[in-house]
């Protein structure tokens, strides 16, 4: 189900009811936040969803892949985290997130991705990821923190890898 949420009073609305992509709890208030997409299924999604995190998911028994687009950042992060938790506390036990179509990840982004590490390991649920674009990859090298996460072969079969 593709839903809309405000980053900043966490509304979530479903796409079908909602009268526009402003928060109309924030614009209540005087604020123009604009609802960011979060999707359980894939969407049709254009160049326009650059700067935004586009997540979404397939999963066969209670194995999870989250396809992520866009770029995870401290409005999207949270929504990242949200979603890992939502699987995990639903009795997932494998979860990837396929970061091929992400762009930009900033400290926030990073936090969330290793706090999906930590609530895995917690859930006793596998956690891995795909290698992302060159700078997020450049990032994960930078920060020191690709040792601590397990990447998976990409589709073409090869592994760019911590682990």
Do not use: W
């Not at 894939?42 to 866009?70: A, V």
């Amino acid at each position: 189900m593709i839903k809309l949420k405000c980053m900043a009073c966490g509304l979530t609305v479903a796409y079908r009811e909602s009268r526009g992509d402003l928060c109309p709890r924030c614009l209540g208030g005087g604020q123009a936040v604009q609802l960011l997409p979060v999707s359980d299924r894939p969407s049709r999604t254009s160049q326009s969803t650059i700067g935004r995190l586009s997540i979404n998911s397939k999963h066969q028994d209670d194995k999870h892949t989250l396809f992520l687009t866009g770029e995870i950042d401290v409005a999207s992060a949270p929504v990242l985290a949200a979603a890992i938790d939502e699987l995990c506390a639903g009795g997932a036990r494998e979860i990837v997130l396929d970061l091929c179509g992400v762009e930009f990840v900033d400290s926030s982004g990073l936090g969330a991705i290793l706090q999906g590490k930590s609530l895995c390991e917690r859930h006793n649920c596998a956690y891995s990821l795909t290698p992302a674009q060159r700078p997020v990859e450049r990032m994960f090298d930078m920060t020191g923190v690709k040792g601590r996460l397990h990447f998976r072969p990409t589709a073409r079969g090869t592994l760019r890898s911590g682990r």
